[in-house]
């Protein structure tokens, strides 16, 4: 799980006489992730594509032109079908032809009906002017413009000019200007005002008559339109089938026609090279040798074991059954030799040790189908690469946890749970897909922790009802909202600090175990280091920094001497080696350890040294688990004490709240008591106990509360578990920039062979 699945690199040489058979048969097995030959070898040259593969592409682009012209979807595929040669031949021009025809109608139609709207929108201000189209024009004597602006500052920039007779007609902010003047000193006279010109359509007489029948044209083109659109519906109805399955047909046979382009070939013979997972190269042989027999050699040329980097650091010995004699292919090398250094390799074709390059292998992660939801999740950041971690798994266990323990509601928890099924179940997006397994995973956590916490949608009738009725008290935690349970708060930021410790020292144990590649004193110096910086600072602060364990924690009051849980947590000792002299303060081992770690630090990287208050920064950071539990546990609180109204009975630190779900506050405080404890107060009597309207208005804010306390919980408590997986776990080992797994194939969806 934690690393992907073993890759080995495999060779199919053969003669050029058996090369398409050999790429249908590859093709069948959708397994070869194909390694593109860079034109290295002597000898050898990039293969070409096979006779027809250029008439199959152009017929290709044919069908997705169509498929695009009558917005084909996958919808409309209807059931597999064998599509032949001939089918596609004599089907395709007849689409074609009727496709082209409508789609050329429309277009004209389309051309037509702009051309109208244009008119129509040309006209509508003169229809608001209300002046005839005739007399807009034809002056000898007369100049006229018509366009929208301000009148009265028109008025005012004519009368300031040298034209001495002018009129202006206006409605609307629509202007016509009547000016006994040459028509350019109109124009100039009218530059300075707010006046945008309009030009005077064709036409005599009313325009609203004009109008009118632009109107009635424009119906008319749209009528047409509809028709064309209709007639282009039946035609995706028809032929949709046929498309989506030639587009497959046609795809396939242009995929396997141009395979050869990857190929290293001479005049008679081939050379392929690619990745397949290990576990499954007996498969791939023996499939292939059934399929084209001893025209071909395939040999396992090596298991790749790869570093951190993603360089090659060993290869497996693979025993090869022919070709050499069965002499081992691949050798052991301690590091891998730069590119500038290598020299091409020897390459011979009756199956010698054959190599395209060094490309990495591809990635093919190995999780369990339950974890796999989480792939996309740690693709956002990248891909990992073949020699690294995998951190999948590891945010898998964390995320959900991290997100249902800030949440901890069961009504929330079953709400995100029926979200993520209806993502997972519901949309065919693979992404969208992945967010509702997360989302059920997160849902699932909310509900556990609500349950531990006794709260349904902020209410405490698991804590009060449930718990006691199975022979306890009450929940057997609290989130420490409430006085009576704040030691509670103290407690999750404590925890928080913990998980953050253990959270970070998993992340650079990873990173240690994958330094070890470069040997024990990098893996101590580059990762250990961080180890006991971590240890020895945190140790340090729990232990109290003056040999005094902190209160907050092992006190009579303390986080772990029973408040709230008693764990029976002593503290951890100061170890006091020695006082500084001039301070009288006592020095820590735990401190010494942390200063261990910064030489080794500083003897890996000196830079990196300014780093070191990491330790501290990253941990602190993980403390946003108990703000966001408790802000997320007042948001609820406020939107229920507004509906349902809160009393408190106790007092001080002891005060505790109660909703009055089943009567008033105020009935509670005239009664005295509730179950043994003084009531003292009515925090707020509730609306809907404050009669019909205000009950009404109360209802929706519990509803829109309560939806808001769900969105923010996402945008909350899942960008913030989130954040602490990309920044602070990731950082520590993940660097990604993995390669896909893309094995030559194809998915069949719309078509069959049988």
């Given amino acids: 799980m934690l690393r992907p699945e073993k890759m080995c690199r495999v060779s199919v040489t053969g003669s050029k006489r058996t090369m398409e058979q050999t790429i249908e048969a ?59 040669d001939e089918a596609i031949e004599e089907q395709l021009d007849e689409v074609r032809t009727a496709v082209n025809e409508l789609d050329d109608r429309r277009d004209d139609v389309r051309d037509e009906l702009r051309a109208v709207e244009d008119r129509i929108n040309t006209m509508a201000p003169f229809v608001t002017l209300g002046i005839d189209l005739d007399l807009l024009r034809g002056y000898d004597s007369l100049s006229v413009v018509v366009g929208e602006g301000d009148s009265d500052e028109i008025e005012t920039v004519l009368a300031a000019s040298d034209i001495e007779t002018f009129e202006l007609f206006t409605e609307d902010g629509v202007v016509a200007v009547f000016a006994q003047a040459d028509e350019d000193a109109l124009q100039d006279a009218l530059v300075g005002a707010t006046f945008s010109r309009l030009e005077v359509p064709e036409g005599d007489g009313d325009p609203t008559s004009y109008l009118e029948e632009l109107e009635h044209e424009k119906q008319q083109l749209e009528s047409k339109l509809s028709t064309v659109e209709d007639e282009l519906d039946e035609l995706r109805l028809d032929h949709a089938g046929f498309l989506l399955a030639a587009e497959e047909k046609l795809a396939i046979e242009a995929q396997k ?14 050379i392929a090279e690619g990745w397949i997972p290990n576990e499954r190269y007996e498969e791939f042989q023996r499939a292939l040798s059934s399929t084209v027999g001893d025209a071909v050699d395939i040999d396992r040329i090596e298991i790749a074991e790869y570093d951190s980097e993603g360089h090659a650091e060993s290869h497996e010995e693979v025993q090869r059954e022919g070709g050499n004699g069965g002499e081992p292919v691949g050798s052991s ?31 093919i992660q190995d999780n369990p189908s339950g974890v796999r939801p989480f792939e996309d999740l740690v693709e956002v950041v990248n891909r990992p690469k073949y020699g690294e971690f995998d951190p999948t798994v590891a945010f898998f266990l964390t995320f959900p946890a991290f997100f249902g323990f800030m949440i901890g509601d069961l009504g929330y928890g079953l709400l995100y749970l029926a979200l993520g099924y209806g993502l997972y179940s519901k949309v065919d997006s693979a992404v969208l897909k992945s967010l509702g397994g997360v989302g059920m995973w997160a849902g699932g956590f909310t509900a556990l922790f609500g349950v531990l916490y006794g709260e349904i949608f902020g209410l405490h009738t698991i804590s009060n009802v449930v718990w006691p009725a199975l022979g306890f008290e009450g929940a057997p935690i609290h989130k420490g909202l409430q006085p009576h349970y704040g ?5 999750w930021l404590t925890v928080s600090l913990l998980a953050g410790m253990a959270h970070l020292a998993v992340g650079w144990i990873f990173d240690f175990v994958e330094n070890l590649n470069h040997g024990l004193w990098d893996a101590t110096t580059e990762s250990g280091s961080w180890l006991l910086m971590l240890f020895g600072l945190w140790a340090w602060v729990f232990s109290g920094a003056n040999g005094a364990a902190p209160d907050f924690l092992y006190g009579s009051e303390g986080v772990f001497a029973g408040h709230p849980l008693p764990l029976g947590f002593a503290g951890m000792p100061a170890l006091n080696l020695f006082t500084i002299p001039g301070l009288g303060a006592p020095f820590s081992a735990w401190l010494v350890l942390f200063l261990l770690g910064l030489v080794l630090l500083a003897l890996a990287d000196p830079i990196e040294v300014v780093e070191f208050l990491n330790v501290l920064v990253n941990v602190l950071s993980y403390t946003r688990l108990a703000a966001v539990l408790l802000a997320k546990a007042g948001m609820a609180f406020v939107v229920n004490l507004l509906f349902f109204g809160v009393y408190v009975t106790g007092h001080g630190s002891e005060a505790e709240w109660h909703f009055g779900v089943s ?24 609306l809907v106990h404050s009669g019909i309207a205000a009950a009404l208005v109360g209802v929706l804010i519990l509803v829109l509360g309560h939806l808001l306390v ?29 390669k896909r797994y ?11 062979e049988d």
């Fill in 26 to 84: 590859v093709h069948d097995l959708d397994m070869l992730h194909v390694t593109e030959y860079d034109g290295s070898w002597d000898g050898f040259e990039p293969g070409n594509s096979i006779d027809g593969t250029n008439e199959v592409s152009d017929k290709l682009v044919t069908v997705r032109s169509l498929q695009s012209i009558l917005d084909v979807s996958e919808e409309d595929a209807g059931p597999t079908r064998v599509v032949t």
């Fill in 257 to 270: 026609g141009e395979a050869p382009l990857t190929f290293a070939t001479t005049e008679n013979a081939f």
């Fill in 333 to 363: 090398v301690d590091a891998p030799e730069p590119e500038s250094e290598r020299q091409p390799q020897e390459t011979v074709a009756d199956g010698g040790v054959i190599t395209m390059g060094s490309d990495d292998p591809p990635v």
């Fill in 487 to 491: 030691e509670y708060a103290t407690a």
């Fill in 663 to 686: 009567h008033s506050p105020s009935y509670y405080l005239e009664q005295g008591t509730y179950h043994g404890h003084e009531v003292t107060e009515v925090m707020f009597g509730g």
């Fill in 710 to 738: 769900l969105v923010l919980g996402i945008t909350s408590a899942g960008l913030q578990g989130v954040r602490l997986e990309y920044v602070e776990f990731f950082g520590k080992f993940f660097e990604g920039g993995g």
């Fill in 742 to 752: 893309n094995p030559f194939g194809y998915e069949r969806n719309y078509t069959t």
